[in-house]
């Protein structure tokens, strides 16, 4: 069965101290790895696809990662409004059109102090 | 392209009732997802569409549970005899099939309460 497991479960920094979240996923044939930011109260919101290991794609203070074992997303100084859940979802190969779903992971909670 | 809407927002009802969300996707998306989410986990699979067809639905969804897409545009989701278990946010989401680089977009779901 397809696993996607993220750590830490809640992270706290301070304004401008740079931090990673992991995402680490266990299944049969990867087609993408998704990361999502979600709000209080409202769905998640697409940040990034990444397709194969050694990808990368960055926006604005965000940078995400793939191995073959698991994604990273790196946070430059973060700033207070980039505080939200990060999700990790893994959609994965199999045969035909059988791939649509994703399996999320439960998410890191970041906070971001002033 | 005003996004995927849901509706209601909120849904309150007794143990018992029948309840039925809600969904329309961005309107070219030939995808529709349906997935649950409760407090402090990552959103669940419940089940999804291509155009009017449903692909697959999880194992884990109670006969109690049934979606419909007529017609390939907006979907319902419809639970029967609700319990005090399916308390949580239903969220839809819609995609294009062949568009890679860009994930699901996600409604802002509906949140059940059941008392």
């Given amino acids: ?114 | 392209d005003t996004g995927v809407s849901q509706d209601p927002r909120h849904k309150i009802t007794k143990r018992g009732q029948n309840v039925t969300f809600r969904c329309d996707p961005i309107s070219e998306h030939n995808r529709l997802y349906w997935y649950r989410q409760t407090l402090g986990q990552g959103p669940e699979f419940l089940t999804y569409f291509q155009n009017e067809a449903q692909l697959e639905k999880s194992r884990l969804l109670s006969d109690r549970f049934s979606a419909e897409r007529p017609k390939g545009s907006f979907s319902t989701l419809e639970i029967q005899r609700t319990e005090q278990g399916d308390s949580a946010m239903y969220l839809c989401a819609s995609s294009l099939l062949e568009r890679r680089n860009y994930g699901y977009t996600f409604g802002s779901g509906t949140r059940l309460t059941v008392v």
């Fill in chain 1, 1 to 114: 069965e397809d696993q996607v497991t993220q750590s830490p479960e809640a992270l706290r920094l301070q304004e401008g101290e740079s931090s990673s979240l992991n995402c680490s996923y266990t299944v049969s044939g990867l087609r993408g790895l998704f990361w999502y930011r979600q709000d209080p109260g409202k769905g998640p919101e697409f940040l990034f696809t990444l397709y194969s290991a050694g990808e990368e794609k960055e926006k604005e203070r965000l940078k995400a990662t793939l191995t073959k074992k698991e994604s990273f997303l790196h946070i430059t100084a973060p700033k207070p409004e980039d505080s939200a859940t990060y999700l990790c979802a893994v959609q994965v190969n199999a045969g035909g059109t059988s791939y649509g779903k994703l399996t999320f992971g439960q998410g890191t909670i970041l906070t971001v102090h002033p």
